[in-house]
């Protein structure tokens, strides 16, 4: 059966190292996730493309360089728990799980959230913990959380996800219309918040009660 080494080396080497992306840790862990197995098996050779992918219940994959950048931003250790907002197909979750001590994920899409948390299963990321829910709200009951990460557009950073950053923590997320958006990064110190801004995306609307409506 054929594993996609080769292919996730030449994305690594050409979509994300050559647009920028250095940290070492975050190119380790795109090497090493098998991204095609949190496609649907008719769309496993489209994985490793420069464009993102339908996975099914009219939502997407982002772009592996996307997942690189925000990853990236996100400036994850070793001993953080996470909250990754928007499940998907779990490969998000999977990159955080090589780079972090626990990482909680949570979906809107009951189908979306059961497959993805077979595939974490199946791939032994028994650190990952997935919740069916609405993430505007964040997950209240594992935190405070040391990084927040959202693959969904908000129209504006939604207050439950700030509240449940610890001390020191990041919140990576993209901000906007419906149609476009920033990335914006936001840093806690104590009951003070920064935000700084990144490239321009497009992003699935983040659907809930502190996001779009339906
Ligand atoms: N991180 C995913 C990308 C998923 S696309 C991956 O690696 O595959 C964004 C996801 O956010 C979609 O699955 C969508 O259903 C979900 N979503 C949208 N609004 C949400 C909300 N309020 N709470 C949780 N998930 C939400």
Do not use: C
Request: glycine share 8%; net charge negative.
């Amino acid at each position: 059966m054929n594993d996609y080494r080769n292919e996730r080396e030449s994305m690594v080497k050409n979509q994300i190292k050559a647009r920028g992306i250095k940290d070492k840790r975050v190119l380790q862990a795109m090497k090493s996730v098998p991204r095609h197995l949190f496609l649907p098996a008719e769309a496993r050779k489209y994985a490793y493309g420069d464009s993102p992918i339908r996975i099914g219940s009219g939502q997407t994959i982002s772009q592996p360089y996307i997942v690189a950048l925000m990853t990236e931003l996100l400036e994850v250790h070793d001993d953080h728990r996470v909250l990754d907002v928007g499940t998907g197909s779990g490969y998000q979750a999977a990159i955080l799980a090589e780079l972090a001590a626990e990482v909680h994920s949570i979906e809107r899409h009951t189908a979306l959230a059961e497959r993805a948390e077979e595939t974490l299963k199946n791939l032994g990321y028994d650190q990952v913990h997935v919740h069916i829910g609405d993430g505007t709200k964040g997950y209240p009951s594992a935190s405070p959380y040391d990084r927040i990460i959202v693959a969904a557009s908000a129209p504006k950073v939604p207050g439950p996800l700030l509240n449940q950053l610890a001390d020191g923590g990041r919140l990576v997320l993209p901000v906007g219309s419906r149609f476009s958006q920033h990335l914006e990064i936001w840093d806690r110190e104590g009951e003070d918040f920064r935000k700084s801004s990144s490239i321009p995306v497009v992003f699935v609307p983040l659907i809930g009660d502190q996001g779009w409506e339906e």
